[in-house]
Nanobody, 127 residues
Framework: EVQLQASGGGLVQAGGSLTLSCAAS????????VGWFRQAPGKEREGVSC????????YYADSVKGRFTMSSDNAKNTVYLQMNSLKPEDTAVYYC????????????????????WGKGTQVTVSS
C-alpha cells in the first residue's frame, strides 16, 4: 500500500523559508511521478511542483518558479520542497502526491493530479 506523509509546515514571516518533506512507503523511486500541491481556503487546488520519470523534468507553477525547489533522496524515499522568499499568498495546506509509473509528463501530473495522496501540512506566511 502506497503511503505518503508530509511534514515540515508551520508559521513563517514573509521572506522566510521552509522545507517540506514527504516520506513515501509502499513503492520505490524509479518509474514514478511525484508532486507537491496546495490548496488555500476558497481556492482551487494548485499543482506547485511535479516530477515525472517519464520526461525526467521538474515542473514548477509560475507562481513559485525561482522560489521553490523540489528534490528527492531516493535512498530515503523522501521528496522535499524547499520554499524560499515566502509570500502571504503561499499560505495553504500543502499535499504531496505520487503515482507508480511515470506515465505522463511532469506538467500533466501537476495539471491533473496523481493517484496517491498524503495528508496535508499547513503553511502559513504572515505579512
Amino acid at each position: 500500500e502506497v503511503q505518503l506523509q508530509a511534514s515540515g509546515g508551520g508559521l513563517v514571516q514573509a521572506g522566510g523559508s521552509l522545507t517540506l518533506s514527504c516520506a513515501a512507503s509502499g513503492f520505490t523511486f524509479g518509474d514514478y511521478g511525484v508532486g507537491w500541491f496546495r490548496q488555500a481556503p476558497g481556492k482551487e487546488r494548485e499543482g506547485v511542483s511535479c516530477f515525472s520519470s517519464n520526461d525526467g523534468n521538474t515542473y514548477y507553477a509560475d507562481s513559485v518558479k525561482g522560489r521553490f525547489t523540489m528534490s528527492s533522496d531516493n535512498a530515503k524515499n523522501t521528496v522535499y520542497l524547499q520554499m524560499n522568499s515566502l509570500k502571504p499568498e503561499d499560505t495553504a495546506v500543502y499535499y504531496c502526491a505520487a503515482t507508480i509509473g511515470g506515465y505522463s509528463s511532469s506538467q500533466y501530473f501537476c495539471d491533473y493530479g496523481l493517484d496517491y495522496w498524503g495528508k496535508g501540512t499547513q503553511v502559513t506566511v504572515s505579512s
